[in-house]
């Protein structure tokens, strides 16, 4: 084998070793935008558009909402700050380790409230909770609509949905 | 909720496929180029090599589809990268005639390796069943770190007693404890995580924890004290106190614990040196390499070594074209130094990319798995990875003084192929885990906002409502409340 064959080959193999490490290193860039979620690789490309126009829906209290809230957030209490991304298999708040939210708070009943959607709506549902569940001054009875910014009393901490 | 389907969409895996060609199209080419340039000629058992090689790394590849679908793409492939270019370095150096250095063991292990892993990966079905195993990992760790100890079933080899012997069949324990030691940790720490992190005073800004917590990190101290007196092994001794410390903080948060673990690994450090004669040497030869009197006795491996990479330069003397007769263990402890020389510093910033890329794949992994188990463990066996390569790179290149430790995947040497491959069938275990579509989101992610139920249905405020969502939510929460709690916990740190 010549010199300059040996040359060449020995040069060529470092290269395709860098090819190897690039494309794997572009195998992981797809990684950055984070792990999969259960709505698939890429978020649904309807969800990025705007928001298509409400259907008409008389008198309810509220259109379905696409692109509606996606996080709530904890606005006031001990947990300030905190985010839970909305599923739709809504939210359970309390104190007891089994909720989405857990709250340490002796105000909190173990399961609290609960916010879930339903036919694009969320709404809030007082679990039969002790200290009650309030809405400004208004106690939570049953069930109760919910939209974006409003907050929710429970013990100490308030939550609202965030778009 | 098309999301709970999982099986329509597993991923072909097509990306880990063409890497691996790529992989072993360079470990191909190394051996060819080592044949070329030594005898010029396709060296002994050219094919041989290939083939298994190939054969190995497809059975692995189809072996993933099958059992672990949603596993990470990069880690295989990368790994028989490394596996392969060190068979063609094992290779050269066996046609070159040196002693020690054989190719067709060394394929063997490989073999063995791969197959074991693959096994795991069939055992294993749920990373989280070791969790069970947390104690009897402790006590199989301690018992492996013991063994070469034992009069008879150990020996001291080239002042280090760390191999047992049983019959012909030599066996390094404690590549293996390090597994078992990994598995303990996590599974100790998810359980008392809490009390090491919240409990105990504060003192000048460190959270520091209670004296009776200190329990455990007091008997991993002593492991690996008792390594360093017993069997003369700083590498191993640095590498389970590292790992320990490491997860300590994964697990807590509190950088109080790597104070407290650097300062006792200092003071360890200091007392060893100020007792043991082979310390002292280790570090007269690290700082005083070049010295005339070290240079042509105990420190001559490690200044060869250095020529080496020296020789090899920017772009390497090229397959074949170095000099590794002239560095001891070139096969096994010194591998790295023999690489530097035929492919130069091009050649090993890569294959120290490739490293990195697993472990950042594994912490990456730690990161999405959903139990605090898993997240211990990838976290805890990327760490290790990551500091023994530091370890045995370091010693090399001068950087700390040099300790017995070998090169993951790329040594010479059986125990710690076995137990490596183990390492990764653990982390491909995990990362299929934490890739695996869910109905529960990740930290971090956006959820899907609209509910399936949201399509164009008039709105029901009434009796049926919340019995509906009740049905709902119950089918969403598939998942365990172990899940439920954990993304709170990863939202609120």
């Known amino acids: ?163 | 909720m098309s999301a709970l389907r999982p099986e329509e969409n597993a991923p072909t895996r097509v990306a880990e496929a063409l890497l691996l060609v790529v992989a072993l199209a360079l470990g191909m080419g190394g051996m060819w180029m080592v044949g070329h340039s030594i005898d010029n000629s396709l060296p002994e058992g050219f094919w041989t090599y290939s083939i298994v090689l190939a054969a190995l790394a497809f059975t692995a590849h189809i072996v993933l589809r099958l059992r672990a679908p949603y596993a990470d793409q990069v880690i295989l492939p990368a790994v028989i990268l490394l596996n392969s270019v060190s068979m063609a370095t094992i290779l050269r150096q066996d046609l070159a005639g040196i002693d020690g250095a054989n190719a067709s063991r060394h394929l063997m292990w490989t073999a063995l390796g791969i197959i074991v892993a693959c096994v795991a990966l069939f055992v294993i079905k749920d990373h989280r069943s070791l969790r069970r195993l947390t104690y009897t990992a402790m006590i199989v760790g301690i018992v492996l770190v013991i063994l070469p100890l034992v009069p008879g079933l150990g020996r001291e080899i080239n002042g280090a007693r760390i191999w047992i012997y049983i019959g012909n069949f030599s066996l390094q324990p404690a590549e293996f404890a390090k597994i078992a030691f990994a598995v303990f940790f996590a599974g100790y720490l998810v359980a008392n995580r809490d009390t090491l992190a919240l409990a105990g005073k504060k003192f000048l800004g460190l959270q520091l924890p209670r004296l009776r917590d200190l329990g455990p990190i007091l008997i991993v101290w002593a492991v690996s004290l008792a390594v360093l007196i017993g069997e003369k092994d700083l590498g191993t001794s640095l590498l389970f106190f590292g790992l320990f410390v490491g997860m300590l903080y994964l697990a807590t948060d509190r950088v109080g614990w790597i104070v407290i673990g650097l300062a006792m690994f200092g003071a360890g450090a200091v007392v060893a040196w100020s007792i043991f004669s082979h310390v002292q040497l280790r570090v007269n030869i690290w700082l005083d390499a070049f010295n005339p009197d070290l240079m042509t006795g105990h420190s001559y491996q490690l200044v060869q070594g250095l020529f080496a990479m020296s020789y090899g330069g920017m772009f390497g003397a090229g397959w074949g074209e170095g000099y590794p007769e002239y560095i001891p263990f070139a096969f096994s402890d010194f591998i790295y130094a023999s690489l530097g020389e035929e492919l130069g510093l091009t050649g090993l910033l890569a294959i120290l990319l490739i490293y990195l890329v697993i472990v950042q794949r594994g912490l990456r992994h730690a990161v999405g798995v959903r139990d605090g188990f898993g997240k211990l463990l990838a976290g805890g066996l990327a760490f290790v990875m990551a500091l023994q390569l530091f370890v045995v790179v370091g010693g090399i290149t001068r950087v700390i003084p040099l300790t017995g430790l070998t090169l993951p995947f790329m040594a010479q040497g059986g125990s710690s192929l076995l137990a490596n491959w183990i390492v990764i069938a653990l982390m491909l275990r995990i990362s299929d885990a934490a890739r695996r579509p869910s109905a529960l989101p990740t930290r971090g992610a956006l959820a899907d906002p609209v509910p399936a139920a949201a399509s164009g249905d008039a709105i029901a405020v009434g009796g049926a409502g919340p019995v509906q969502a009740e049905t709902e939510a119950g089918a969403g929460r598939g998942a365990t409340p172990d899940d439920a709690t954990q993304i709170v916990r990863g939202v609120d740190r």
């Open chain 1, 1 to 163: 084998m010549s010199e300059l064959t040996f040359t060449l080959l020995r040069l060529g193999y470092l290269v395709l070793l860098w090819v190897f490490v690039l494309s794997a290193v572009a195998v992981l860039r797809r990684d950055l935008a984070g792990p999969r979620t259960a709505s698939g690789r890429r978020r649904r490309p309807e969800l990025a558009g705007p928001a298509p126009t409400p259907a008409p829906g008389g008198g309810a209290p509220r259109a379905p909402q696409r692109g509606g809230p996606s996080r709530l957030v904890v606005v006031a209490g001990p947990l300030t700050g905190t985010t839970i991304p909305l599923t739709s298999s809504g939210v359970l708040i309390g104190r007891a380790p089994s909720c989405t939210l857990v709250l340490d708070d002796d105000y909190s009943s173990s399961r609290h409230a609960r916010i879930f959607p339903q036919g694009g709506q969320w709404f809030v549902e007082d679990l039969g909770s002790t200290n009650g569940t309030y809405i400004g001054e208004e106690r939570v009875q049953g069930i109760l609509p919910l939209a974006p910014g409003v907050g929710v009393q429970i013990g100490q901490s308030v939550v609202e949905l965030q778009g």
